[in-house]
């Protein structure tokens, strides 16, 4: 089936750095790719839709300077969590539709950001 | 109010029992999606069954089934014959709209609910 890979899967990084997160379609094209936030013992919450070629969309209360989403091709679409802080840390997980195969929407395998 | 309802924080259940997660949801919208997850310690979302609300069946995918209740609003995942790595963390989500452009595709998720299953 679909596969949608993240990269990396830990992260940790000093306070006040950048931290990239890559999502990758493996073999389909996504056109949309969806940035998810969740917090321990919580669900997830939506951050942004990444849209090829154009501006993301972003949730109410998520700061698009602090959260820089570039979609850069059909297949990779990644997140730069900006100036990291400690309340940046959580574990960030991106989805994918894959148009051929319907209604099912795949996730990747999260990344657990933690900065110190 | 919240779109997805899931009541069982956490639910038990013996080794090789089915089970039933319970998932209510909320929307205007005639075209809407309904999804189950699993997500495991690791982390990782397993998607494991969808239900149109177009759909005349319930959907089934081996021991997962969705017992869809339109009128009620309701979309209980059932596991039948539970197994020990069946113990994760499910999550109950909702897709709204119809599927014009990719953006509908984001999902609306419930707070979950934590399956132990006894050996």
């Known amino acids: 089936g679909a596969v949608v890979s993240q990269h990396p899967s830990r992260v940790i990084c000093k306070s006040g750095t950048s931290v990239k997160i890559e999502c990758r379609s493996l073999d389909f094209q996504a056109t949309t790719m969806f940035w998810y936030r969740q917090f321990p013992k919580q669900s997830l919450m939506l951050m942004a839709t990444s849209n090829e070629g154009s501006k993301a969309t972003y949730e109410q209360g998520v700061e698009k300077d602090k959260f820089l989403i570039n979609h850069a091709s059909l297949t990779l679409s990644t997140l730069t969590v900006t100036s990291a802080h400690p309340e940046d840390s959580s574990f960030y997980i991106c989805?994918?539709?894959?148009?051929?195969?319907?209604?099912?929407?795949?996730f990747g395998e999260g990344s657990w950001l933690t900065v110190v | 109010a919240q779109k997805i309802t899931q009541t069982q924080p956490g639910m038990f259940v013996q080794e090789k029992e089915a089970v039933t997660l319970d998932c209510t949801y909320d929307?205007?919208?005639?075209?809407?999606?309904l999804f189950w997850y699993k997500q495991p310690s690791s982390g990782e979302m397993i998607f494991l069954i969808y239900q149109g609300s177009y759909d005349q069946q319930n959907a089934t995918e081996g021991r997962y089934s969705l017992n869809f209740q339109k009128a009620r609003k309701s979309a209980n995942l059932v596991i039948s014959a539970s197994q020990l790595g069946d113990s994760a963390m499910y999550f109950c989500a909702m897709r709204e709209g119809r599927y014009s452009g990719g953006s509908n595709y984001k999902l609306t998720f419930g707070k979950g609910t934590l399956l132990t299953v006894n050996p």
């Open positions: 989805s994918a539709r894959d148009r051929v195969s319907g209604n099912t929407i795949y």
């Open positions: 929307t205007s919208d005639p075209s809407y999606g």
